[in-house]
């Protein structure tokens, strides 16, 4: 090879050994891939209000629709009841032991939001207070001795009749004996009425059947006997919420309907009592 053939040969192979060093250089790395967005976390629901409480009054001396077990728990049918009607409306209620005294001014004051403690929704009580639609219908009954010739209401007239204080049992005694009849005996409760009874302090006790009847039926050694009378006018039971609180009474009200719907209030009934409601009302008009 010449040399001129030679510094062609060099300078072509430089021209090719720059080439690929600039190639080289210029090259540039593929971009790395973009890093995929993950999915935007689903948005939590948001968590649900917690169900309102409501503070409810109840006297829990008035065995089998409230009262205290050994845990100073309070239950019975009013309980069941009004339990049932909450979790259905959707909302809470707490038991507080009022007695019957004060139990219409908790409500009045603020102090209760509902009372449920077997109150009979009367005119009278209708003008400071709004009623649920009833939940239980009664008729007062009377207790006497077993020894006793009481066979209808009259024959109380001369005897000491106990009765609970500002019950319907109460006004119908009253009505009765008399305003200022001194044989009108009054108690804070049916039960010690009628343990009164059982001393032989009155003659005769008149209050809610159901509550009697239960009475009766769990002691067997007072020795007491049951007398019914056609004068008495039949009563119902109705929660009681403060005067104008529509929204409350709304609530309970279509907690009623729902459980009287479904069945759920005839198994508390039978639970009770041993007989659905419709099943109750015709053996009674059979007996009659």
Request: hydrophobic share 40%; with cysteine; glycine share 8%.
């Amino acid at each position: 090879m010449t040399d001129l053939s030679t510094r062609r040969f060099l300078q072509r192979m430089g021209m090719i050994a720059c080439g690929l060093v600039l190639a080289a250089c210029g090259k540039q790395e593929p971009p790395a891939p973009a890093p995929v967005a993950s999915a935007p976390e689903a948005a939590s629901a948001p968590a649900p209000a917690p169900a309102k409480v409501y503070t409810v009054g109840t006297d829990a001396a008035y065995a089998p629709f409230e009262s205290q077990n050994d845990k100073a728990e309070i239950v019975g049918f009013t309980v069941d009841v009004l339990s049932a009607v909450a979790q259905k409306a959707g909302f809470e209620v707490k038991f507080v032991n009022t007695p019957w005294e004060g139990i219409f001014n908790a409500l009045q004051q603020g102090d209760r939001d509902l009372l449920a403690s077997s109150i009979t929704i009367t005119d009278e009580r209708k003008q400071t207070m709004d009623f649920s639609s009833p939940y239980f219908d009664a008729v007062q009954l009377i207790a006497v001795k077993q020894s006793s010739k009481v066979a209808k209401f009259d024959d109380l007239k001369k005897l000491k009749v106990g009765v609970q204080t500002g019950t319907t049992g109460d006004e119908v005694v009253t009505k009765l004996l008399g305003k200022t009849s001194a044989n009108v005996k009054r108690f804070e409760s049916t039960p010690l009425a009628l343990k009164e009874l059982e001393a032989g302090g009155v003659d005769a006790v008149v209050a809610d059947n159901g509550v009697v009847i239960h009475y009766v039926a769990n002691n067997p050694g007072a020795q007491f006997k049951t007398v019914a009378d056609s004068s008495f006018v039949p009563e119902q039971y109705g929660f009681a919420v403060k005067k104008g609180n529509a929204e409350l009474l709304g609530l309970v009200n279509k907690g009623i309907a729902d459980i009287k719907a479904d069945g759920t209030y005839d198994k508390i009934y039978a639970k009770y009592f041993g007989n659905a409601p419709a099943a109750e009302a015709a053996a009674s008009a059979a007996s009659k």
